[in-house]
T-cell receptor, first 113, second 116 residues
Framework: EAQVTQNPRYLITVTGKKLTVTCSQN?????MSWYRQDPGLGLRQIYY???????DKGDVPEGYKVSRKEKRNFPLILESPSPNQTSLYFC????????????FGPGTRLTVL | AQSVTQLGSHVSVSEGALVLLRCNYS??????LFWYVQYPNQGLQLLLK??????LVKGINGFEAEFKKSETSFHLTKPSAHMSDAAEYFC??????????????FGTGTRLTIIP
């Protein structure tokens, strides 16, 4: 089954404790991206990747890191999480770029205390 | 820079009535426009998209949208609302800029409630 998977689905952590949210797709897509969803703000793009070893900032990259060492994986790293990073996070992938249909993961709900 | 404005964060319609969700965009180059739907506790899924060509785009579940360049709009409609249409709807814009950013920009969303 073609899908985007994220882990964990739910995470509660404390300020400053490094964490990684994994994202994996099995569709051989080139484009992958991370979004955060907050009430009243919709989805905002954090980072995106056009292919292996090619990443770029979205609209809200501060406090986040990403890497793309393999085509299928695109982890999101919070090196020192803060309460304002409490949010619902979505990973998405598409065949080639941002103009293609995006396939979204199920989401990761993160709470930073 | 590109942006999306969705008018109305909450819309309520009666079952069987017309659904109209509004979206206006801003883009310096020809846009690619999308509507995505998010059901409770799920990720987003594509309803329909406009790339080039025909300005009236038909999507899944009876939804359609019309691209109006002069009005910079891409409103979503459905002739007759069904209870299963209750969800949050997001309009999004992207564009191809040679050697430019490959961003996808979403609106703030419209929560659609269907009244029995």
């Amino acid at each position: 089954e073609a899908q985007v998977t994220q882990n964990p689905r739910y995470l509660i952590t404390v300020t400053g404790k490094k964490l990684t949210v994994t994202c994996s797709q099995n569709m051989n897509h080139e484009y992958m991206s991370w979004y955060r969803q907050d009430p009243g703000l919709g989805l905002r793009q954090i980072y995106y990747s056009m292919n292996v070893e090619v990443t770029d900032k979205g609209d809200v990259p501060e406090g986040y890191k990403v890497s793309r060492k393999e085509k299928r994986n695109f982890p999101l790293i919070l090196e020192s999480p803060s309460p304002n990073q409490t949010s619902l996070y979505f990973c998405a992938s598409s065949f080639r770029d941002s103009t293609d249909t995006q396939y979204f993961g199920p989401g990761t709900r993160l709470t930073v205390l | 820079a590109q942006s999306v404005t969705q008018l109305g964060s909450h819309v309520s319609v009666s079952e069987g009535a017309l659904v109209l969700l509004r979206c206006n965009y801003s883009s310096s180059v020809p846009p690619y426009l999308f509507w995505y739907v998010q059901y409770p506790n799920q990720g987003l899924q594509l309803l329909l998209k406009y790339t080039t060509g025909a300005t009236l785009v038909k999507g899944i579940n009876g939804f359609e949208a019309e691209f109006k360049k002069s009005e910079t709009s891409f409103h979503l409609t459905k002739p007759s609302a069904h209870m299963s249409d209750a969800a949050e709807y997001f309009c999004a814009v992207s564009s191809i800029i040679p050697f430019g950013n490959e961003k996808l920009t979403f609106g703030t969303g419209t929560r659609l409630t269907i009244i029995p």
